[in-house]
């Protein structure tokens, strides 16, 4: 029976990526984005902040459209990360990598009452199931 593990984040970008593209030993290009989520319990806001992974040609495309306080959707999977500290103790920590994202709405572009807030340039995949 198939099965599907899909994780979404929608919210806020804290930095433009478009200075933090790296590349691993092997050459594989990413950046790591920083997201605030705002949520609000009993009317106080609260804000959570991930860190999300794009790579390849997604990672270049998301350094060069997204921008500091655009709202972006990301869509891909909870990766984890098992590693040994100095002193011998073992450590989980868990990173969100995403394979596709969209921009909802520029945080620079005015908002226009009767625009979509999507486009179909605004899509970015590097997975096509087909």
Known sequence: MPSLARFQIIG???????SDLASTDGGV?????????NEYKNKTPMT?????????????RA?????KGDLVLF???IGENNY????????????????EFIVLK???????????????ETVFNDEVPF
Not at 84 to 99: E, L, P, R, W, Y
């Open 29 to 37: 290009t990413y950046v790591h984005i920083g997201i605030a989520v």
């Open 106 to 120: 520029a945080a620079h572009a005015p908002a226009e009452a009767n625009s979509p807030p999507l486009s179909d």
């Open 12 to 18: 806020h970008i804290g930095k433009s990526p478009e």
């Open 48 to 60: 959570t902040w991930f860190k999300v992974t794009l790579f390849g040609e997604t990672a270049i």
């Open 63 to 67: 350094a060069s459209k997204i921008n």
């Open 75 to 77: 869509n891909g999977k």
């Open 84 to 99: 040994t500290d100095k002193k011998g103790v073992m450590h989980n920590s868990f990173s969100f990598i995403a394979n």
